[in-house]
């Protein structure tokens, strides 16, 4: 299967999106983004569902420290083999500190498994792990 130009910017978007709404310590937004089981891993354990990513993000998000910029760099976007309506993409997601002098505070490689749910792209299992 192949994704088209129109799915990939889609998912370029939502790829976006997600930590944009980290940045913006949006909870609602970001959790907005999961399918209603979707799943958030990695070394914070494991978040299953909408409810569960909304007590859980800001937490995650406050051990940060003060502001935060979550920076999505170099996505590859595949297609699932079997499936014209899911994806994988993995991005690096780096975060920083903007208080001058700006500094690094995380690098993280980011897998997304997506699913296509109607017209628009959700976000089924997130999984953050170092590189």
Do not use: C
């Not at 998912?11 to 970001?30: F, G, M, Q, S, W």
């Not at 409810?51 to 760099?73: D, Q």
């Not at 996505?75 to 994806?87: F, G, N, S, T, W």
């Not at 897998?111 to 089924?124: C, F, P, S, Y």
Request: proline share 5%; charged share 25%.
């Amino acid at each position: 299967m192949t994704l088209d130009a129109v799915d990939r910017l889609d998912i370029l978007d939502l790829l976006v999106r997600a930590d944009n709404a980290a940045t913006r310590r949006d909870v609602e937004a970001y959790v907005a983004l999961f399918s209603d089981d979707g799943v958030l891993d990695g070394d914070k354990g494991e978040h299953r569902g909408r409810r569960a990513l909304t007590e859980t993000v800001g937490g995650v998000w406050a051990a940060e420290g003060g502001a935060t910029v979550h920076l999505t760099l170099n996505p590859v976007i595949e297609a699932a083999p079997d499936h014209a309506d899911r994806a994988v993409a993995t991005t690096q997601l780096l975060i920083i500190d903007p208080s001058p002098p700006p500094i690094i505070k995380t690098l993280a490689t980011i897998v997304q498994h997506l699913e296509k749910a109607g017209i628009q792209w959700q976000i089924t299992r997130r999984t953050v792990s170092a590189p």
